[in-house]
């Protein structure tokens, strides 16, 4: 998160850290008591590793009373996912049990109508990624406000030129932003999940170039159907 600032700690219980080694590979967040929703780019590079995915967390690294580390039972990337677009880049995983729910684990309902966040709409997103252009990397989770801007505008021939979908949706990249290790988190409007912070790689904090999130709502059969063929 670009010129955001550390969020109250555990104010956002859904928040997950997707982990390989004990190393954030991106952001992701709870749907239910077994699921986390993130983004499926974020395997680009594990060759085959599942990821472990961390609850309860404000630090990375120091103990918190919550805080617990979950082995991932499957991954289920979108199948429309691929590396050439931010097409259907959505992640599911089923963590090996379910967590163990309390005042830092917490599940955040997501959208379910499939109907456009108006421009202007302030939504908060928030994660574990870069705060800065140099790389630097934060211990403690960041958090950031962002005004949602029309798809014709994210479209527009000097933005993202025609490739952002009714799939997708944009937030104002003007200096505050999401950035790299922030994909996968959620972009929250009014206490809701609408969109994934897409993980295709993006110049950050760029009003050229508005941050581009998959939206949720129209993904809610798939979404379900996964979750229910795989609970048994
Ligand atoms: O965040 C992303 O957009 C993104 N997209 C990807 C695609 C493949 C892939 F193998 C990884 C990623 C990845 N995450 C990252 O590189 C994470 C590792 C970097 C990071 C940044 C800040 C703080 C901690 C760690």
Same mark, same amino acid.
């Given at each position: ?23 954030? @590979?991106?952001? *992701? ?23 472990? !995915? ?32 931010? %097409? ?16 830092? @684990? ?20 928030? *994660?574990?990624?870069? #705060? ?7 211990? %403690? ?7 949602? #801007? ?13 490739? !952002? ?18 994909? *996968? ?10 969109? !994934? ?18 939206? #949720? ?5 798939? #979404? ?9």
């Amino acid at each position: 998160i670009l010129r955001g600032s550390e969020a109250r700690p555990h104010l956002k219980p859904y928040m997950a850290s997707l982990q390989l080694d004990g190393q954030h @590979v991106c952001g *992701g967040f709870l749907i239910a008591e077994q699921w986390v929703l993130s983004a499926a780019h974020c395997t680009e590079e594990t060759d085959g590793k599942l990821f472990q !995915v961390l609850l309860g967390a404000h630090s990375l690294t120091e103990p918190e009373p919550h805080k617990r580390l979950y082995r991932v039972r499957a991954q289920f990337p979108h199948p429309g996912s691929n590396i050439h677009n931010n %097409k259907d880049d959505l992640l599911l995983l089923q963590l090996e049990e379910k967590a163990e729910l309390n005042s830092d @684990v917490r599940v955040l309902p997501f959208q379910r109508e499939d109907r456009d966040v108006a421009a202007d709409t302030e939504c908060e997103v928030a *994660g574990w990624g870069t #705060i800065d252009h140099s790389g630097r990397r934060p211990d %403690k989770l960041q958090q950031v406000q962002r005004p949602v #801007i029309s798809r014709d505008v994210c479209n527009h021939r000097t933005r993202h030129d025609g490739t !952002v979908t009714r799939n997708m949706m944009c937030t104002d990249s003007r200096r505050k932003d999401t950035c790299k290790g922030d994909s *996968g988190g959620p972009l929250v409007c009014d206490g809701v999940a609408e969109g !994934v912070v897409t993980a295709g790689s993006r110049v950050c904090g760029n009003y050229k170039k508005p941050a581009i999130y998959t939206r #949720i709502a129209p993904y809610a059969a798939w #979404i379900d159907s996964v979750m229910a063929s795989a609970d048994g």
